[in-house]
Nanobody, 124 residues
Framework: QVQLVESGGGLVQAGGSRRLSCAASISTFRNSGMAWFRQAPGKEREFVAGISGSGAITKYGDSVEGRFTISRDNAKNTVILQMISLTSEDTAVYYC?????????????????WGQGTQVTVSS
């Protein structure tokens, strides 16, 4: 069964860090761009970070640039989002997604598969 499973969410204090993981059971993982999006209550889904199939190219949303780092392990079919200096503005459900190709896209419409999401809550 093809699926994405996110983990690592939880409650964290402002200024703290958190590491999210996404395990992908897809045969084309190493050829697929991967991304993290997030959605806060009452807001649209927002691009957070993405990484190309090879891992050579990464992109970040403006609000997380310099604080979040995305990486991947193609041998383990895993994508990691390391988050530091968290603020209450980072509170959201975080989703892992598989791109339509090896490319990283900013628009959610270019992602063909989504995980169930993991909640990150930052307390101030």
């Amino acid at each position: 069964q093809v699926q994405l499973v996110e983990s690592g969410g939880g409650l964290v204090q402002a200024g703290g860090s958190r590491r999210l993981s996404c395990a992908a059971s897809i045969s084309t993982f190493r050829n697929s761009g991967m991304a993290w999006f997030r959605q806060a209550p009452g807001k649209e889904r927002e691009f957070v970070a993405g990484i190309s199939g090879s891992g050579a190219i990464t992109k970040y949303g403006d609000s997380v640039e310099g604080r979040f780092t995305i990486s991947r392990d193609n041998a383990k079919n895993t994508v990691i989002l390391q988050m530091i200096s968290l603020t209450s503005e980072d509170t959201a459900v975080y989703y892992c997604a598989v791109s339509l190709s090896h490319v990283v896209y900013l628009a959610a419409s270019n992602y063909r598969m989504w995980g169930q999401g993991t909640q990150v809550t930052v307390s101030s």
